[in-house]
């Protein structure tokens, strides 16, 4: 039984792989079908056609796209992410800073949602129907509804602007103490924790509510268990699968939540950079950020289907 | 048996007594459709107008919902707006959910490496996270009302595809289909007459869904600057040029993100409040 497990998290990681490959394939070729010829574009209008024809062929531009594919791929293998054409550093080190600033305020944004929407969707399961829950099921449907940055404006107007008790705009160099440190990273954390909690109390809710109205727990409710008994012993050990799930599917909420905080208010991630870079239309630099960003999405997914997969018990 | 399935459903989608809350929804709906249709000839203030002195400024008598950054009617504006974001979005949710429904059919009636290729497939295509899709094709070919319209319909195809499909294999098990196949029945007909009429009511519950996802997507989009180009502006952008009055709390800035949350919550709660025949995911 255990190797059927251990067969179907192979199959999954090995669907993971395959997606990844024509993931990064589709992010190659979405970038590479740019109207105009990169080498031009690069050198500007003065340029002599041999500088372009020189140009091009020292970017490989002439070789057909599947080399130049190749290329790249191989070039990521060896971690080498090419080099930026808007001021010619190398992709990894404009990266690097920025990538860590991004982790810093998911880590920080995972460590306060998690424990809050998941309290927040057990008790709401628990009390099913109660105003309580009612509350909580109509605010969280209210923040799904609405588009992130609705969610960051409202929180400026009330915290900055109202309350004056945050800075609107967040800039990480300035961090002296930790109160600076608070000050800096509420905002953006805030507003990304309501959007991911959201999600992970809907879905935390849904999947307790389902445990519940299994036969087990009514037996339980029968032989007189008191209600948090029956929760707490015998549904969530049973819907602790579901629950991890919903946690990995929230977070890949995270990927679309962060490239709109980090742009409204200014953070130093690498969203930021992936926007500006879309701007100046820096190709290397968005090959590298979106192949992060899918990266980390692919991963979250993945780990979700797998703790189902391990987690059903049929399966064990 | 598809026919009398039919009728008595429309029956019974008839004679339900809808929730006040669903039928305050629909009419808001309404309205905002209304309006995008309207929209040129309710405007007080041509959209370009610099109508006002100050910029940023508040809600009074002429200007109701106060002025922009330039010192434009900012209630005009909204309502040009809902026809930009209400048509792009309905636009791109109806190519979305024909091709994914129609895809999703022909896979569950077909099956075999048509149905596996298809699925993996999309499948791929889903583990892109759409906003990063949305700025990569923006970054490669550029941002234009046809190309917004295509690529939120390809972002989403995937969704309405594993939805339908998930539909149309319970479908495809039932007696009825046998008989049909064993006619000797072209697919074609299998999926228009026998699938299609099946599964329209929780399609057409996910059309709903969908619309929601890609107004937010959509207006995500131009509030970063992506999405819909100046002097045109939906929603989102709106909220975009007038960023600078949120120190100040300007009606500007809030107005518009009303507007979005209006619609979108208008749609959720009035899908929420649909009798569960017609949401009801299992046709």
Not at chain 1, 291 to 297: A, E, P, R, S, T
Request: glycine share 8%.
């Amino acid at each position: 039984m255990k190797s059927g497990v251990l067969n179907l998290v192979l199959k999954r990681l090995g669907i993971a792989a395959i997606t990844l490959l024509i993931v990064l394939f589709a992010v190659f070729f979405a970038t590479s079908m740019l109207p105009g010829d990169t080498a031009s574009i690069l050198l500007g209008q003065a340029a002599t056609p041999e500088a372009v024809a020189g140009l091009r062929e020292a970017m490989h531009l002439n070789d057909p796209a599947i080399l130049r594919f190749l290329l790249w791929l191989v070039g990521l293998l060896h971690g080498d992410l090419g080099t930026s054409y808007a001021n010619e550093m190398p992709v990894a080190a404009l990266i690097g800073g920025r990538l860590v600033n991004t982790m810093k305020l998911a880590g920080i944004t995972t460590l306060l949602s998690v424990p809050l929407a998941l309290t927040l969707g057990i008790t709401a399961a628990m009390l099913r129907g109660s105003v309580y829950d009612r509350t909580v099921t109509i605010l969280s449907i209210g923040v799904i509804s609405v588009p992130e940055f609705m969610v960051a404006t409202l929180a400026v107007l009330l915290f900055a602007v109202y309350l004056r008790w945050l800075p609107a705009l967040s800039s990480v160099n300035e961090a002296h103490s930790l109160t600076d440190l608070v000050r800096i990273y509420a905002m953006p954390v805030i507003t990304l924790t309501f959007v991911i909690s959201a999600q992970m109390i809907r879905m935390t809710r849904a999947a307790v509510i389902e445990t519940l109205s299994t036969p087990y727990v009514e037996m339980a409710l029968l032989k007189g268990a008191s209600r948090s008994r029956m929760v707490l012993k015998h549904a969530l050990p049973n819907a602790l699968g579901p629950i991890v799930n919903a946690v990995a599917l929230s977070l890949s909420y995270l990927v679309g939540g962060v490239i709109i905080v980090e742009t409204i208010f200014n953070y130093p991630g690498i969203a930021k950079l992936m926007v500006d870079a879309v701007a100046t239309r820096d190709l290397p630099l968005i090959q590298s950020c979106a192949m992060i960003f899918c990266l980390g999405y692919l991963f979250l997914i993945t780990a979700a289907d797998v703790v189902a997969i391990m987690s059903n018990p049929r399966l064990r | 048996m598809t026919i009398a399935r039919a009728t008595t459903s429309r029956r019974s989608f008839l004679g339900h007594s809808y929730s006040l809350v669903g039928v305050v929804a629909a009419l808001v709906i309404l309205a905002w459709t209304l309006i995008a249709i309207l929209a040129p000839h309710v405007t007080p203030h041509s959209i370009g107008d610099i109508v006002d002195d100050d910029y940023f400024g508040p809600m009074r008598q002429g200007l109701w919902l106060g002025s922009d950054y330039l010192g434009r009617d900012m209630l005009s504006r909204v309502l040009m707006g809902a026809r930009y974001t209400v048509g792009i979005s309905l636009a791109a949710v109806s190519i979305a959910c024909f091709s994914g429904v129609v895809l999703g059919m022909i896979a569950a009636v077909t099956g075999g490496w048509l149905d596996t290729c298809l699925s993996r497939f999309l499948d791929a295509m889903n583990s892109i996270p759409s906003k990063l899709f949305g700025l990569v094709v923006v970054a490669a070919v550029g941002s234009s009302i046809p190309v917004l319209i295509l690529t939120l319909a390809i972002i989403y195809i995937p969704g309405a595809y594993r939805f339908a499909r998930a539909l149309a294999v319970n479908i495809n098990t039932m007696d009825f289909m046998t008989a049909a196949r064993v006619r000797g029945e072209s697919i074609i007909y299998l999926v228009g007459s026998e699938i299609l009429p099946n599964i329209i009511r929780p399609v057409l519950a996910d059309f709903g869904l969908r619309f929601v996802f890609i107004v937010l997507l959509l207006s995500g989009l131009s509030f970063l600057g992506l999405g819909l180009q100046p002097p045109l502006a939906d929603w989102g952008a709106l909220v975009r040029e007038n960023i600078g009055g949120l120190p100040f709390a300007a009606p500007a800035v809030i107005i518009p993100s009303l507007a979005i949350a209006s619609l979108t919550i208008s749609v959720n709660l009035l899908i929420d409040n649909l009798p569960q025949k017609i949401r009801d995911r299992d046709a």
